[in-house]
Nanobody, 125 residues
């Protein structure tokens, strides 16, 4: 049974920081890519940051480059998203998602992501 469990969301003032964590279980972790997506009200879900669990390669959407950092802990099967210098436009529901057969093809194509968490709310005021 595949599970992705997010934690760490909350409310923060502009310029502040939050750290999101995603705990994954139930599939072959090492061959996968994990990514954080977000969806704001009235907007499409967009990829924010992703990481290839095999080689550690990362990818970011332009709007968060230099502010967000994604990291992995293979021993714990977790992926964290450190979010700094938060802006009101970062407000959204953030989802952790897994592409279990990524094999080095890290992408923000939502169709590749077979497993999704329930989401955690991030509010920046």
């Amino acid at each position: 049974h595949v599970q992705l469990v997010e934690s760490g969301g909350g409310s923060v003032r502009a310029g502040g920081s939050l750290r999101l964590s995603c705990a994954a279980s139930g599939y072959t972790y090492s061959a996968s890519c994990l990514a954080w997506f977000r969806q704001a009200p009235g907007k499409e879900r967009e990829g924010v940051a992703g990481i290839d669990m095999f080689n550690g390669r990362t990818r970011y959407v332009d709007s968060v480059k230099g502010r967000f950092n994604i990291s992995r802990d293979n021993a714990k099967n977790t992926v964290d998203l450190q979010m700094n210098s938060l802006k009101p436009e970062d407000t959204a529901l953030y989802y952790c998602a897994a592409d279990p057969n990524c094999y080095g093809s890290l992408t923000f194509d939502r169709r590749r992501y077979k497993y999704w968490g329930q989401g955690t709310q991030v509010t920046v005021s």
